[in-house]
Nanobody, 127 residues
Framework: QVQLVESGGGLVQAGGSLRLSCAAS????????MGWFRQVPGKEREFVAV????????YYADSVRGRFTISRDNPKNTVYLQMNSLKPEDTAVYYC????????????????????WGQGTQVTVSS
């Protein structure tokens, strides 16, 4: 089992940047595919990005591709989401999640694939 804690959220102006971190404890992070999702009140949680166990492969939602970058540091048991050129529509609670599946697939975009979730961190982008 793994415990996940997100940090790095906050308030930023449109066009600005934030870097979210997801620290894992309990089991080595390299055992998991790691994803970032986000949720706005009243809406479904949506996929943002995912990274394979050894960081060889990544997928991004169309809405963030070219602006966000997911990365991981397995020795530090941490996953990151670098968010640049932020827009007001990026405002949401951001969650990291861990998937025990061995290989990244198109299903890795679905929240039902993930076994463990963090508590979320709020990102607010002002216009």
């Amino acid at each position: 089992q793994v415990q996940l804690v997100e940090s790095g959220g906050g308030l930023v102006q449109a066009g600005g940047s934030l870097r979210l971190s997801c620290a894992a404890s309990g089991r080595t992070l390299s055992s998991y595919i790691m994803g970032w999702f986000r949720q706005v009140p009243g809406k479904e949680r949506e996929f943002v990005a995912v990274i394979s166990r050894r960081a060889g492969n990544t997928y991004y939602a169309d809405s963030v591709r070219g602006r966000f970058t997911i990365s991981r540091d397995n020795p530090k048991n941490t996953v990151y989401l670098q968010m640049n050129s932020l827009k007001p529509e990026d405002t949401a609670v951001y969650y990291c999640a861990a998937d025990q599946t061995s290989y990244l697939t198109m299903s890795s975009r679905q929240q039902s694939e993930y076994d463990y979730w963090g508590q979320g961190t709020q990102v607010t982008v002002s216009s």
